[in-house]
Every structure is written in structure tokens, then in C-alpha cells.
């Protein structure tokens, strides 16, 4: 099931709030002492986070969740931050990593049960249920009524955004539906383009742009790519354990 995306947070009754995690999307497979684990797009993404995998293996065998594979990078001050170049590097390098863990925030089937044409509300139980006794690695992502105050908080603490979901609603696989809606970020850093990336005629075209404090970072633009030294102003959703924009696309230069 895919997210839309929402300009507004519900404000009718039943709907749920739930922060947007920055990592990779995945599918995981229980089957008895194995754990199979792909990504949205069907990348076979097993053995990368083994201690993940190791705390889904007391599962009923034919159990299938869906959540996200996510990294967390200690912070000098406060909570730990997401650090979604780890996750990449991890794909991309095929290199395991101790540090990835899951975040589960649905449940397709319980052993051999198909759950998807019950409402999020009875699937949530369920996983609230199956998970209790899982170790660390493994965790539910928590919700809360659809709030603005809410949302801004999760914001300043560097999170990407929201997911509101119907309550109601079954899992249709595969499908973009309105039942669950994204509400993402929109920080704004202006900045200087110093490269191009790749062919002009590209689209989009990807641009370097230096920011204020000196470090640069690239960004997307879907409209005619700047000149080189122009000042434009850069959109993103948060930032990166390495302080790097996240979702960067410019939107005014």
C-alpha cells in the first residue's frame, strides 16, 4: 500500500497520525529460522540487518510485515538522529550493518491468517499484540490523533514528517491510496549553484548548490536549470545525520 500526498492533516474522525521515518521501505518475510526482507521494488535486501532479522525469527513462520529499514546516528546533544546515508550505503555497498534496525507499522499475515482486508485499526492490535516481546532492533511505530502541534514538533526534532492513515482502512496492496497520506517538511536554505550534474538537457537536473555555512549539497530541479553562480532557493524535507538536506529541490532562482 503506497502513501498519497495530503495538504491538509484530517481533520474528520477517524484517522491516526504517525511520524515519517527517512530509511528504505521494505517487506519482511518470516520463515522459521529464516527472515526474508526486500525492499518496495522487490531488491533482495536479506542479511543486511542482521540483528533486525534475528528478532523476527520467534514469529509465527508465514508472517509478513511491512515498515521501513532505518539507521540512528548518536547526537552530540538530545535523542539519536535518523542518518539515512547509512541505509543507503548499506544497499547500495551490500554491506551489513549491526546499526540498521526496523520500524513495523503494519501486518499483511499472521501465520498462515491474511489480514490485509481487515481495518488498520484490528491489524494494528495485531501487531501491538505480536510484537510485545520482540527485542530491540525491532520496534512499532506509535500514533497519535492527526495534530498540527504535533506534526511541527516532530518537525523540529528532525523527523521527515507525518503518515495519516484511515482507521478503517484495509491494506490494498500495491495501491496509492488516500487512506494513507504523507505530510512532509518544507525547510527553505538559500544557496549559490557552483555544478550541474550530468547532461543541461537533462530533466530533472541535478545542481550543487553551496550554502551559507560553506558546506554544499546537491538538489533537484525540475524547471531549467540555473546558471552557475546564481543564488536560488533550496526546499527540503529535513536534515541528515551529516547535515545534508534530504528530498533538496529548488524552488525559486
Known amino acids: 500500500?503506497?502513501?498519497?500526498?495530503?495538504?491538509?492533516?484530517?481533520?474528520?474522525?477517524?484517522?491516526?497520525?504517525?511520524p515519517k521515518w527517512d530509511g528504505v521501505r521494505i517487506v519482511a518475510l518470516v520463515e522459521g529460522d529464516?527472515?526474508?526482507?526486500?525492499?518496495?521494488?522487490?531488491?533482495?535486501?536479506?542479511?543486511?540487518a542482521p540483528h533486525a532479522e534475528r528478532a523476527l525469527r520467534p514469529l509465527p513462520a508465514g508472517?509478513?510485515?511491512?515498515?521501513e529499514m532505518i539507521a540512528l546516528t548518536a547526537a552530540a546533544e538530545g535523542p539519536p538522529i535518523q542518518d539515512f546515508s547509512a541505509v543507503r550505503n548499506a544497499v547500495f555497498g551490500r554491506r551489513a550493518s549491526n546499526?540498521?534496525?526496523?520500524?513495523?507499522?503494519?501486518?499483511?499475515?499472521?501465520?498462515?491468517?491474511?489480514?490485509?482486508?481487515?481495518?488498520?485499526?484490528?491489524?494494528?492490535?495485531?501487531?501491538?499484540?505480536?510484537?510485545?516481546?520482540?527485542?530491540?532492533?525491532?520496534?512499532?511505530t506509535p500514533h497519535?490523533?492527526?495534530?498540527?502541534?504535533?506534526?511541527?514538533?516532530?518537525?523540529?526534532?528532525?523527523?521527515?514528517?507525518?503518515?495519516?492513515?484511515?482507521?478503517?482502512?484495509?491494506?490494498r496492496t500495491g495501491v496509492r491510496s488516500p487512506d494513507w497520506t504523507k505530510h512532509k517538511g518544507h525547510w527553505r536554505i538559500l544557496g549559490e549553484v557552483i555544478a550541474h550534474g550530468g547532461a543541461q538537457s537533462a530533466k530533472p537536473q541535478r545542481v550543487l548548490v553551496r550554502h551559507g555555512d560553506g558546506r554544499a549539497s546537491w538538489a533537484i530541479s525540475w524547471r531549467r536549470p540555473p546558471a552557475l553562480g546564481a543564488?536560488?532557493?533550496i526546499s527540503y524535507s529535513r536534515r541528515d545525520a551529516d547535515g545534508s538536506p534530504r528530498d533538496a529541490h529548488v524552488v525559486a532562482g
Open 99 to 140: 546499526f540498521l534496525s526496523f520500524v513495523i507499522w503494519d501486518i499483511l499475515r499472521c501465520a498462515e491468517n491474511d489480514l490485509r482486508a481487515l481495518p488498520w485499526s484490528t491489524r494494528d492490535a495485531a501487531l501491538a499484540e505480536l510484537l510485545e516481546d520482540v527485542p530491540l532492533h525491532v520496534t512499532r
Open 63 to 67: 508472517t509478513i510485515l511491512d515498515g
Open 144 to 171: 497519535v490523533a492527526p495534530d498540527a502541534a504535533a506534526l511541527e514538533g516532530w518537525l523540529s526534532q528532525g523527523w521527515e514528517g507525518a503518515v495519516c492513515k484511515r482507521v478503517r482502512s484495509p491494506y
Open 1 to 18: 500500500m503506497l502513501l498519497t500526498s495530503g495538504k491538509h492533516l484530517p481533520s474528520a474522525p477517524g484517522w491516526v497520525m504517525q
Open 231 to 233: 543564488h536560488v532557493t
Open 34 to 48: 529464516n527472515v526474508r526482507v526486500w525492499s518496495r521494488n522487490g531488491t533482495d535486501l536479506t542479511g543486511l
